[in-house]
């Protein structure tokens, strides 16, 4: 298990950062294994204009704070405590705002397999590739003379994804026609009955990997278990404070894990909680019950 906390973590690079953004790193995954993951804040103090793309991952954004809310495409907002789900091949923007707001982005491998290259591999490919081009807005330029196929000017992330792994990037084919945006404040809580004092809002399950989203309530004074479920849980404290598996968490503490988690309170908390799409696991479950 991972215990991460927001005044623990870290700057990071990103293929679309600038002043305007400070992204900073709270937990992260294996990288190499196909649901491998990173969980990062971006505040934006400013313009922002990034142009519409896709990506070959999977990424959830929560608006934490405004007075701001964060925009993904035109006539499209993302809320504080709203959530939006930008599934890997579907296309949104472009993101053109001039606000200040706080978010919580999650992005991770989905569905199709196509995993996601950690943190420390975009930085050193960035700095690799300065030697022959700039990142601006979103968009990698290129210098000089072009190789066969290569683009002069090409989506920032894509250059890095295909400078890293010596191939082209092939985008999976999406499974939902956009980005899912989740109100969560319109959903009912629902009282566990294994465990009195908790709740919980399911908020959807998407993709054959069973990609899973609710919010849970912790009342004061409550304790209970999160059961594990075959592929890894990330768990993020919205509001108040307790424990996980006898590790302190406080408001924008992130936790992480296969196991079970119990949780405390004394206070009373209310997380998000993220199942990561199931491979191995699930399939393996399958093949015991096909039996």
Same mark, same amino acid.
């Given at each position: 298990?991972?215990?991460?906390?927001?005044?623990?973590?870290?700057?990071?690079?990103?293929?679309?950062?600038?002043?305007?953004?400070? /992204? %900073?790193?709270?937990?992260?995954?294996?990288?190499?294994?196909?649901?491998? $993951?990173?969980?990062?804040?971006?505040?934006?103090?400013?313009?922002?204009?990034?142009?519409?793309?896709?990506?070959?991952?999977?990424?959830?954004?929560?608006?934490?704070?405004?007075?701001?809310?964060?925009?993904?495409?035109?006539?499209?907002?993302?809320?504080?405590?709203?959530? *939006?789900?930008?599934?890997?091949?579907?296309?949104?923007?472009?993101?053109?705002?001039?606000?200040?707001?706080?978010?919580?982005?999650?992005?991770?491998?989905?569905?199709? #397999?196509?995993? /996601?290259?950690?943190?420390?591999?975009?930085?050193?490919?960035?700095?690799?590739?300065?030697?022959?081009?700039?990142?601006? %807005?979103?968009?990698?330029?290129?210098?000089?003379?072009?190789?066969?196929?290569?683009?002069?000017?090409?989506?920032?992330?894509?250059?890095?994804?295909?400078?890293?792994? %010596?191939?082209?990037?092939?985008?999976?084919?999406?499974?939902?026609?956009?980005?899912?945006?989740?109100?969560?404040?319109? $959903?009912?809580?629902?009282?566990?009955?294994?465990?009195?004092? /908790?709740?919980?809002?399911?908020?959807?399950?998407?993709?054959? #990997?069973?990609?899973? $989203?609710?919010?849970?309530?912790?009342?004061?004074?409550?304790?209970?278990?999160?059961?594990? #479920?075959?592929?890894?849980?990330?768990?993020?404290?919205?509001?108040?404070?307790? *424990?996980?598996?006898?590790?302190?968490?406080? %408001?924008?503490?992130? /936790?992480?894990?296969?196991?079970?988690?119990?949780?405390?309170?004394?206070?009373?908390?209310?997380?998000?909680?993220?199942?990561?799409?199931?491979?191995?696991?699930?399939?393996?479950?399958?093949?015991?019950?096909?039996?």
């Amino acid at each position: 298990m991972q215990v991460g906390h927001a005044a623990d973590s870290t700057d990071i690079p990103s293929t679309r950062t600038g002043k305007e953004r400070q /992204f %900073k790193t709270l937990l992260t995954g294996e990288d190499g294994a196909l649901d491998n $993951f990173r969980v990062y804040f971006v505040r934006q103090q400013g313009a922002v204009d990034v142009p519409r793309h896709k990506h070959n991952f999977d990424q959830v954004r929560m608006c934490l704070e405004g007075p701001g809310k964060q925009n993904y495409g035109e006539g499209r907002w993302i809320a504080p405590g709203e959530i *939006a789900y930008f599934p890997e091949g579907t296309p949104y923007g472009p993101e053109r705002s001039d606000t200040e707001r706080l978010s919580l982005t999650l992005q991770f491998g989905g569905a199709s #397999r196509s995993g /996601f290259i950690s943190s420390a591999r975009v930085k050193n490919a960035m700095e690799e590739m300065k030697e022959f081009g700039t990142f601006e %807005k979103g968009i990698f330029k290129r210098v000089g003379q072009l190789a066969p196929g290569e683009k002069r000017n090409q989506d920032a992330y894509e250059a890095v994804w295909e400078h890293v792994n %010596k191939r082209k990037l092939v985008y999976p084919k999406p499974r939902y026609g956009e980005a899912i945006l989740m109100k969560p404040e319109n $959903f009912e809580w629902k009282p566990s009955e294994e465990a009195p004092g /908790f709740a919980r809002k399911q908020l959807g399950i998407f993709s054959e #990997r069973s990609l899973q $989203f609710s919010m849970l309530k912790v009342d004061a004074g409550s304790r209970g278990l999160q059961k594990s #479920r075959g592929g890894i849980q990330i768990g993020f404290v919205v509001q108040g404070s307790g *424990a996980v598996n006898g590790e302190a968490l406080r %408001k924008h503490s992130a /936790f992480s894990g296969r196991e079970d988690f119990a949780l405390t309170s004394d206070e009373g908390m209310e997380l998000l909680l993220v199942g990561l799409p199931v491979f191995a696991e699930a399939e393996q479950q399958t093949l015991v019950a096909a039996e």
